[in-house]
């Protein structure tokens, strides 16, 4: 039975993995496609995967769609070109075909039509932080209760949707930010006092801790993870000592320093259990660089979700473009912290690590998985922009080139560089590989 369960998530992995890719690759292939063909280069062949054909259609404008056997990437092959990844002239063209070919197309042609797959990749990544902003709302700036989460029977609660909260013991509140501060400010009680306006009525109400250990979430490949924590989770206690704020678990497993606890935890319709986990060593990012601290990978938050408002379209596409540029800087201030040695080289991860993120993004639900299939267009898209020889990243740099010193770069140069960026990707695709089967 263990087998066959061990089966079905290996497949469950897969198949989110091989979907949440389609859909990146789909979509920067894509780019190139439609923004060349507006350039008047011609596309040949548009292909979602590698390998034989499955099934093909030809358009109206010349160009085989078609879906291939091995769904690990995809390409748009233009005319005249050498392979499938545009290096290189291939067969030989006459003046009217050579200015529909990628080679032969005007400089700030190629210059669109290559820089326009990572940029579909971040137009993918801002409509879905967009859209997701539209559907669920986004928090009104008064502190009002939303939502609030399960909770176990002996937790002490008298809030309700809807409350306003005016004050925390006695410290006015009229900001997230100074609930924030309050909850630094109260101490560790498992009853607290609120201060809230209800039916237009002030009244103090009793409450747990602003910050109990609530699951809110939990990273991908993490302790918590593998051992079956989920979203909603209450910690009740570690090693036997009750918790009752979050900092209290993130205290004790620190002072663990990797050594298994045992966590007490509630949730709803399953009752109290045990479970075993021991935290990992991470960098994470402070305001002066990187520090290394021992994570369980759960996150918490408050008791209940802030009240929410629609969300106006530009407002979201606003948030949107935040969200996508805020990965775009940590991707950047990560690369930059792992070259410069402020943080171990275990957290590039590889295709492994990519497909168990994946797999558990799907698992956690359909909001979850298009979520990260944002993150991972950015982070594709970003990667893209990078100057290496056969990224397009390298293609705009050997077009930047041509357009400063008036000649494009020498085949030999080309070649060259390009051999040098292949052996890099191949290199840091092997290094993730092997971070994924010995960085645990």
């Avoid at 990560?334 to 275990?346: E, F, N």
Wanted: net charge neutral; charged share 15%.
């Amino acid at each position: 039975m263990a087998i066959l369960t061990d089966l079905g998530s290996f497949a469950w992995t897969i198949l989110a993995f091989v979907t949440a890719l389609s859909i990146i690759v789909a979509v920067h292939e894509y780019g190139h496609y439609i923004i060349g063909r507006i350039s008047g280069i011609k596309a040949e062949v548009f292909s979602l995967g590698f390998g034989p054909k499955l099934i093909s259609r030809r358009d109206r404008h010349g160009t085989l769609w078609q879906v291939a056997a091995i769904p690990l990437g995809g390409y748009v092959r233009f005319l005249g070109d050498a392979n499938a990844a545009s290096a290189g002239a291939g067969t030989e063209l006459g003046p009217d075909d050579r200015r529909h070919s990628l080679s032969g197309a005007p400089l700030w042609a190629r210059f669109a039509t290559v820089a326009a797959g990572p940029i579909f990749n971040f137009i993918l990544s801002i409509v879905v932080f967009g859209a997701m902003a539209l559907w669920q709302g986004i928090p009104v700036e008064r502190v009002e209760v939303g939502r609030i989460a399960d909770l176990p029977e002996a937790v002490v609660n008298e809030l309700r949707p809807g409350d306003q909260i005016l004050a925390l013991n006695g410290q006015k509140v009229a900001s997230w930010k100074d609930l924030g501060a309050a909850t630094e400010a109260a101490p560790i009680a498992a009853v607290q006092d609120w201060t809230v306006l209800r039916d237009g009525q002030e009244e103090v109400v009793k409450g747990p801790d602003p910050m109990p250990a609530v699951v809110s979430g939990i990273a991908p490949r993490s302790a918590a993870a593998t051992a079956g924590l989920k979203p909603g989770d209450v910690i009740l206690a570690v090693d036997g000592t009750p918790v009752t704020r979050f900092t209290d678990l993130r205290d004790k497993v620190g002072a663990a320093e990797g050594k298994p606890v045992v966590l007490q935890v509630w949730r709803k319709g399953a009752g109290i259990a045990d479970y075993t986990l021991a935290a990992r060593e991470q960098d994470l990012p402070t305001a002066t660089g990187y520090e290394k601290r021992w994570l369980i990978g759960v996150t918490g938050g408050s008791f209940f979700e802030p009240a929410t408002r629609s969300a106006g379209l530009f407002e979201a596409a606003r948030l949107g473009a935040t969200q996508t540029w805020g990965i775009i800087a940590s991707s950047v201030s990560g690369l930059w912290a792992t070259v410069t040695g402020q943080i171990g080289s275990c957290n590039i991860g590889g295709a492994i690590s990519i497909a168990e993120t994946t797999g558990q993004a799907a698992s956690a639900g359909g909001a979850n998985f298009i979520w990260w299939i944002a993150v991972l267009s950015t982070a594709i898209g970003f990667l893209n922009l990078l100057p290496v020889p056969v990224l397009d990243g390298g293609h705009l740099m050997f077009f930047t080139y041509e357009a400063i010193a008036g000649r494009p770069a020498s085949d030999r140069v080309v070649n060259v560089l390009t051999f040098i960026g292949l052996a890099m990707v191949l290199s840091l695709m092997i290094f993730g590989l092997s971070n994924d089967l010995f960085c645990r």
